[in-house]
């Protein structure tokens, strides 16, 4: 809305003091026409804003132009300031909704916080983009379209119709109760029942939603975290889920019952190496999580596991066997 889009302005100029047309465009995700118009609009609203003209002139307030808000604690400014330094509300299409919040606190914190909360905020990281090995953390890439029109039906208790794309089958459509949203490790997940049953759908699989003008049909409250839990234990007990009894370095264990769904059982042996029955989602996930262990583990069971295993052995042995 423009409303909200000049109030942005506002803020903006008075946390940076003076800014281009550009600079601010980029910030708004508006074009700079559009900021030249934004501009107009508040002089004749009677903001005192002007422009400096030159190399390094652009858009500023007046001095003394703002409002403190009152009641925040140094602590309760921070806590502000590093939530919103998060990714999750990219997954529920709220990233510019966040911005826009997030200049709105630190532009009303009273002058004495506002710098030495900035500034420790600087000093604090969540969920960086990468690990410490440098690998990219997988994150969900939901058109903002899509994930606009799913939040509005869930918020709004409406049923909604997606377009469904699910694993190794062809996209297809489906109409849903929408009961939440989750997001987890920058994954977004709608929670929903179908038909009664419930039903979980990856973001990032919802190729195109429409919400309808029926009513969903769900409970007035929900807990979500213990729906999530509950989701979370149907899928870890289903599948083709196998059981594998391992012996594992202990300086080891920890990465592999990482990969791991449940350790059902666990003693240590007379060298110190740990006996783990260990389940996992399915054989191809067991001979992953085994190999990425090399000699710091050996599956004892199953025998499919252990063949499984000595075959990828055997052929990377030929593979960089000496040339004859």
Not at 27 to 43: C, G, K, M, N, P
Not at 105 to 134: C, K
Not at 219 to 228: C, F, G, M, T
Not at 235 to 243: I, K, M, N, P, S
Request: charged content about 25%.
């Amino acid at each position: 809305m423009r409303a909200d889009r000049l109030v942005s302005l506002v803020l903006l100029l008075r946390r940076h003091g003076r800014l281009s047309a550009t600079a601010l465009a980029r910030e708004l995700e508006v074009s700079t026409r559009t900021v030249l118009r934004d501009i107009e609009a508040l002089s004749t609203a009677g903001v005192p804003v002007y422009a400096e003209r030159g190399r390094h002139g652009g858009f500023a307030l007046l001095p003394g132009f703002q409002t403190e808000l009152t009641g925040l604690n140094h602590d309760e400014a921070l806590a502000l300031l590093v939530a919103g330094s998060r990714r999750g509300a990219q997954a529920f299409g709220l990233g510019s909704a966040l911005a826009s919040a997030m200049r709105k606190v630190v532009d009303a914190l009273p002058e004495n916080y506002r710098a030495t909360a900035t500034g420790a905020a600087q000093r604090l990281l969540i969920d960086p983009e990468t690990d410490i090995l440098s690998r990219r953390l997988a994150a969900s890439a939901e058109p903002d379209t899509v994930v606009t029109e799913v939040r509005r039906a869930v918020l709004a208790g409406r049923k909604l119709r997606i377009h469904y794309a699910a694993v190794n089958q062809a996209p297809k459509w489906r109409t849903v109760d929408p009961i939440g949203l989750v997001t987890v490790r920058d994954q977004g997940y709608l929670l929903a029942t179908s038909s009664g049953a419930d039903r979980t759908y990856r973001l990032s699989r919802i190729l195109a939603a429409e919400e309808l003008p029926e009513l969903a049909q769900r409970p007035d409250q929900v807990d979500l975290d213990r729906a999530w839990q509950e989701r979370s234990t149907q899928f870890r007990t289903g599948g083709d889920q196998v059981t594998v009894l391992v012996r594992v370095n202990p300086a080891r264990r920890e990465e592999l019952v990482g990969t791991a769904l449940a350790v059902r059982a666990e003693e240590t042996d007379a060298d110190g190496w740990l006996r783990l029955e260990v389940a996992f989602q399915d054989p191809r996930h067991a001979e992953w999580a085994l190999w990425q262990l090399a000699t710091n583990a050996e599956a004892l069971a199953p025998q499919w596991l252990r063949t499984s295993l000595r075959d990828r052995a055997a052929a990377i042995a030929t593979c960089y066997g000496v040339p004859s």
